[in-house]
């Protein structure tokens, strides 16, 4: 995984909270996705960042988890936008980095109680395929969340 880079003149983004540089999670090119997903999410290099300082638990002590928390940043850039090169901080290491090399589209589903907000009623066998099944675990993109 490389960087795409700040835009010139930006600094490596920090947690607002314990002032950390904030953890690189994700670079995707949007412009490269499969053929379900084009334009789904615009066009440009999503970038994720995210707060993983343990000292001062900022995703426990922040809300993380909701959109609009100030602990990560998730934005689009340009790929022909001016970049600069960066140093990228010591903290870094936390996640080694790694490629993604292929899709594969799979069928998924909210659990059984998500199901139920959204006004599907099952029956029992299906409750069970629902409970062991759904959603499906590991990384994806635009699929269900898998609630811890």
């Not at 789904?40 to 995703?59: K, R, V």
């Not at 010591?90 to 594969?104: A, H």
Request: a negative charge.
């Amino acid at each position: 995984m490389v960087n795409q880079g700040l835009p010139k003149n930006e600094q490596w983004p920090k947690c607002p909270h314990c002032q950390n540089p904030l953890q690189f999670f994700l670079q995707l090119n949007l412009n490269t996705l499969p053929e379900a997903l084009k334009n789904e999410f615009g066009s440009g290099i999503l970038q994720m960042f995210y707060c993983t300082n343990e000292e001062i638990p900022c995703d426990c002590d922040y809300p993380g988890c909701q959109v609009f928390s100030d602990i990560h940043l998730i934005r689009i850039i340009q790929p022909k936008a001016e970049v600069q090169d960066v140093k990228i901080p010591e903290n870094q290491g936390i996640f080694p980095p790694k490629l993604i090399v292929d899709w594969q589209y799979l069928e998924d589903y909210p659990n059984y109680e998500e199901a139920e907000e959204f006004g599907v009623e099952l029956d029992f066998n299906l409750d069970e395929l629902f409970i062991d099944n759904f959603p499906i675990e590991g990384d994806k993109l635009a699929g269900l969340p898998l609630w811890v």
